[in-house]
């Protein structure tokens, strides 16, 4: 290898390894041991199943899953009586077999150790004071002050005798033989008596689908009628079986859960304070949600700002204000793992996919190379089913990396650039900016260039101006095409250098900034109502003369097949639920959001936050849909 540069050994690290399979880079170091236990448990899991795969005589099925148990499982202390009691059972089961060279087959393995398998009934620890679950078994009629039966459905209890065609006993019954409907009609007495001061039976009275009204087991019919005789009637008439049957709602947001007398007696049924407010809503009771916070938090500490707090800001202002000042992470964020063979991928799989390939692409790997990495890494779909993934990456990708060349041809090979910036009243202002080729500073994403982007592009733009206003930089965003760019593949965002000279450009950048870190001061102590999307169309179309209203709440609003605003977690969590972009309009402005930067125009404080926010990008931004 001593004759390959570094840059050689990186791109060919990528390529498929053995088999077909790309191997996983950038793994810790703690990693490495769990990676290699979970290869040794698929390594003793492969063996067991193969060992197990039969068919065997009964000398090898013991063997093999003696063996089988052994790997797979541990049982030490307390449990070490498992082992032993399985290699019992094992031993019993071939000295059965008498040293027969029979070989079985694993369902006549299962069938043969389904019994002996079987659980058995355990000793329960009757009067400790504490609840005690267990089975209706003879001999436990020990008293209690409550009994619960539950589940006692008339499909399960009594129990049904299984009629077996090897059974010859069936055929001729006799006195004295077991009957299982007979035992659990003595179990039901026996619990019955063993009922101190209540007992409990519950059971499904009405179909889960149709609502259709269920009887009782004929023993708890039975137990009813017994009831409607031995008992006197109420003063007020009600039969004695509605006295001591109690018809719980299938939902635990039913209203009659929480009326007093619905249910039982005069008392209310339930507690739950959710389902409470379930029920309220379903009755059209609809109580408008407490503000997420009282009032405006104490403002932060601030006096060190990062530079990636700040362009994570100006992309999901409510996002970070859970996340840095209350340590929220909102649902959603930590999604489940998919483990599912791709088979077909959907937008979001889909643009995974263009962006790592397009990673690759930019960092000098070929085309096809990447391509066959990402199907070694398993993300495509087998076989010809990832055709059609590949024929809709491969031009995006290719037109991508054109303009990401044409970019880079003008400012040079590519380097981070720190930026350390001492701001007004002793702040500071410190990060990496990153991508920055000569003087332009290159974001190329296989996404569409939305306003999250642009707005990353601004705010590192304003630092690395502010930090080296003796350099012009430039910042250079490309993209997928733009909504609303017609017939276009790529949309191209530019940030011109600054025409004037280096001072001019330090102060434009340092006003730009100061405008930016005031919101983000605001932002931090209380959720702006502030969404990216819909503050872009909002600002655009008052430059532009359109409706701004209808241009935001487009954005802003969920409709079918679009996934607006409103349905962001973070939003969802600080405003109540789903808010229309009406309300969003109903709040005025602070008192010290008046004056110079602030729009004097709106009257709302959605209004005049967006125009702030976006008043420099607008102003500066350049367009080139191809």
Known sequence: LGHRDAEQDAVEARLPGPGGVLALDDVEGAAIELAGRLAELVDRLGGALRALRGPLTAEGWAIAIAEAAAMLTDASGREAWQHVELGRLLDEIVDEAGGGATPLSLPEVRALLAGRLAGSATRANFRTGHLTICTMLPMRSVPHRVVCLLGLDDDVFPRASARDGDDLMLADPHVGERDPRREDRQLLLDALMAAGERLIVTYTGRDERSNEPRPPAVPIGELLDAVELTVRPAEDGRPVRERVVVRHPLQPFDSRAFAAGALQDDRVWSFDPVALDGARALRGERRPPPPFLAGPLPPADTRL????????????????????????????????????????????????????????????????????????RGSLPPGALARAVVDGVRPIVELLA?????????????????????????????????????????????????????LAAWVRWLALTAAQPERPFAAVTIGRAREGARNAAVTIVRLPPHPGGPDERGAFALDRLAELLDLHDRGMREPLPLGCRTSAAYARATMAGRDAVKAAARQWESAFRFTGEDQAPEHELALGGRRRFEELLEAPPRDDEHGDGWAADEASRFGRLARRLWAGPLAWEEFDDR
């Open 402 to 454: 054109a303009c990401a060349g044409e970019a880079r041809s003008e400012g040079g090979d590519p380097a981070p650039v720190d930026v350390r910036l001492d701001l007004p009243a002793g702040r500071l202002l410190s990060g990496t900016v990153p991508g920055v080729h000569g003087d332009v500073v290159l974001a190329v994403a296989y996404s569409k260039v939305d306003p999250r982007h642009r």
């Open 305 to 376: 700002v990062e530079l990636d707090a700040l362009v994570a800001f100006a992309g999901r202002p409510v996002r970070a204000f859970l996340r840095r000042r209350l340590g929220i992470a909102v649902a959603g964020e930590d999604d489940e793992i998919d483990d599912a063979l791709p088979v077909e991928l959907d937008g979001l799989q889909r643009w995974a996919v263009g962006q790592r390939v397009l990673d690759e692409v930019l960092r000098g790997v070929p085309l096809d190379e990447a391509l066959a990495a990402e199907q070694a």
